[in-house]
């Protein structure tokens, strides 16, 4: 694996990842809605994924790279995670988008004329945008000759697995609003799938940003983990709870924390 040149590693990542936002999105060609109590426990679940992988597979090996390049590791973990979730509010604030089982529904960003299958896939892009950046980032680091020089692939494979899982129900959450609204069910898959498009590219551009510039590594790696843990806590776990379940949401999300973790120390 090591003779492969991290942004073909990270191409193939988010091109699985996008897979399994597509498998869920699938999901609607045999249901017409998906039950409620499921979908809460995926979201839960996913936000635990992301908030491990966000220390698991960026931060803490961000702190690693800021210390061996001679740098204050406090200063630069800290500046690149809140920059990322900097970027993020802006981009929540800019980019029209609608949550999908917000209640009552509403879009957010800038007051705009575009339908709403347009709304939903652009808002589980704005989720699809970092995650993407940060397998891309995960690959890079791993060829990154301060951590093994393509020798520790495995936290950055753990990592695209868990954001690969995670990325089922966002599948689901553009498909299933659109089928119950009336869109076919061959376009409600269209428009869930097409959510995921964007992680193939992030994927590459994040590994060629650090393999072009060995000081950004660092910063883009805490950069990815803020973008991450600004959509957990701003989106993610709201809509796992607030249908009432929050008892269920939060097994969910210690469920999918506890299993970020495990994948991540056993395959690193």
């Known amino acids: 694996m090591s003779a492969t040149p991290a942004p073909v590693l990270a191409l193939i990542a988010g091109v699985f990842t996008w ?33 491990a992988a966000a220390f698991w597979s960026l931060l803490a090996p961000a702190t690693e790279v800021a210390r061996a390049q001679g740098a204050r590791p406090w200063l630069v973990v800290t500046a690149g995670f809140l ?10 604030q800019i980019v029209p988008h ?9 879009a957010e960003g800038i ?25 891309g980032v995960a690959f890079g680091a791993a060829a990154h000759p301060l951590l093994g020089a393509g020798t520790e692939y495995a936290p950055a494979v753990a990592l695209a697995v868990g954001i690969g899982l995670q990325n089922l129900p966002e599948g689901a959450a553009v498909a299933f609003p659109l089928r119950q609204a009336g869109v076919s069910r ?12 964007v992680e193939p590219v992030a994927a590459v551009l994040g590994a060629l940003a ?55 120390l056993a395959l690193g």
């Open 210 to 264: 650090v393999a072009s510039i060995s000081i950004l590594l660092p910063y883009a790696l805490a950069f990815a983990a803020g973008a991450m843990l600004y959509v957990v806590v701003e989106e993610l776990i709201p809509e796992a709870q607030q249908s009432g379940r929050a008892d269920l949401a939060t097994v969910a999300t210690l469920c999918g924390f506890a299993l970020m973790t495990m994948l991540d």
């Open 19 to 51: 897979t399994l936002t597509a498998l869920g999105a699938a999901v609607v060609l045999a249901r017409r809605d998906f039950p409620r109590p499921v979908l809460d426990a995926m979201l839960g679940f996913a936000a635990g994924v992301m908030i």
């Open 186 to 197: 061959a376009k409600a898959f269209w428009y869930g799938q097409l959510s995921g498009v």
């Open 98 to 106: 609608l949550h999908p089982f917000m209640k009552p529904p509403r």
């Open 111 to 135: 007051s705009t004329q575009w339908e709403r299958s347009t709304l939903l896939v652009l808002a589980i892009t704005l989720h699809n945008v970092p995650e993407g950046l940060a397998v």
């Open 83 to 92: 920059l990322g979730g900097f970027v993020l509010l802006v981009a929540d």
